[in-house]
């Protein structure tokens, strides 16, 4: 009887023994925590702050008492959700944003909104307001038509003023970059159709320069091709006269004797006869013609 009684001692001994490591482990276990790297850990007793802690590896605290929350250091991107904006033109404009933040003060952040899904919130709120600020001072067709530059600019300017008014909860704003600008649905159509309209102006405006131009080139060459013209037959006429008065000394040369002439009255009396002879042709000549005379021999 007495050794089942210490029997069952040993046991219950035995089994409070298992029982305390095993509280003892689960204590220790407790009081440790882990921070990952680029991780925040903000440690609260009671609800109240009691530390941060930024460096990763094993850390430790009070079992039950204290509670940790994990913070993300890395930086952050958060979709924003598409919106309508009006420009400057009163006219409406679906934008599409993204922002790129991080956390610089954990326990700011904690002690302001505490959670990541209500600072988002937050964030879409303010970038809205300032694109809507920003692009409301400019017109449709400028925004729609802006290149690289000017929207890196426009980037700069919202991102400014999304990290002035976001400055007090502890974190700071990377960057907020449009990623689309659309048409709404509704006018979309009638936005392009008046692009379409304002490019065929353009085009025809610049047809329009073009064909004055041209024309103004056409004028020109005209004038000039008519001046070398002028020129070249004041030049022709006046070799043309040169040559008459050449022909004239030549003549005069050829009728300057009474041999000479009448050289040159039978050279070209002969010349006359053999084109008139030409072919089969009966002439009749007076008696008295100095073809007749040459034919029949006499002067």
């Known amino acids: 009887m007495q050794e089942t009684k210490n029997n069952s001692k040993n046991k219950i001994g035995s089994f409070i023994k298992i029982?305390?490591?095993?509280?003892?482990?689960?204590?220790i276990i407790n009081a440790i925590y882990i921070v990952k790297e680029n991780e925040y850990a903000y440690v609260t007793r009671f609800s109240k702050f009691v530390e941060i802690q930024d460096t990763a590896g094993l850390h430790f605290k009070i079992p039950l008492l204290d509670k940790v929350e994990t913070l993300p250091q890395f930086r952050m991107k958060y979709d924003i959700p598409?919106?309508?904006?009006?420009t400057g033109d009163k006219k409406t404009l679906v934008v599409d944003n993204f922002a790129v933040w991080q956390i610089d003060d954990p326990y700011t952040f904690m002690k302001t909104v505490s959670r990541i899904s209500e600072m988002e919130n937050r964030i879409d709120a303010v970038v809205y307001n300032a694109v809507k600020n920003t692009l409301g001072t400019m017109d449709q067709s400028d925004i729609i038509n802006s290149d690289n530059g000017s929207i890196d600019n426009v980037n700069i300017k919202i991102t400014d003023m999304v990290n002035a008014q976001l400055k007090n909860y502890g974190i700071s704003t990377i960057a907020v970059e449009i990623k689309r600008l659309d048409l709404p649905k509704d006018n979309e159509s009638a936005v392009y159709?008046?692009?379409?309209?304002?490019?065929?102006q353009m085009a025809e405006s610049y047809r329009a320069?073009?064909?004055?131009?041209?024309s103004k080139v056409v004028n020109e060459t005209d004038?000039?091709?008519?001046i070398l013209l002028s020129k070249a037959e004041a030049t022709a006429e006046e070799l043309k006269g040169e040559g008459e008065s050449e022909y004239m000394k030549i003549i005069a040369n050829a009728y300057s004797t009474e041999d000479r002439a009448n050289y040159y009255e039978f050279v070209r009396s002969l010349e006359a006869l053999k084109v008139t002879m030409q072919g089969e042709k009966t002439i009749f000549l007076p008696a008295d013609s100095y073809i007749v005379r040459v034919l029949n021999g006499g002067n």
């Open 82 to 86: 598409a919106s309508e904006v009006l």
């Open 223 to 226: 004038k000039e091709v008519g």
């Open 19 to 27: 029982l305390i490591v095993i509280l003892l482990l689960i204590s």
């Open 193 to 200: 159709n008046r692009m379409i309209s304002e490019r065929t």
């Open 209 to 214: 320069d073009g064909n004055l131009e041209a």
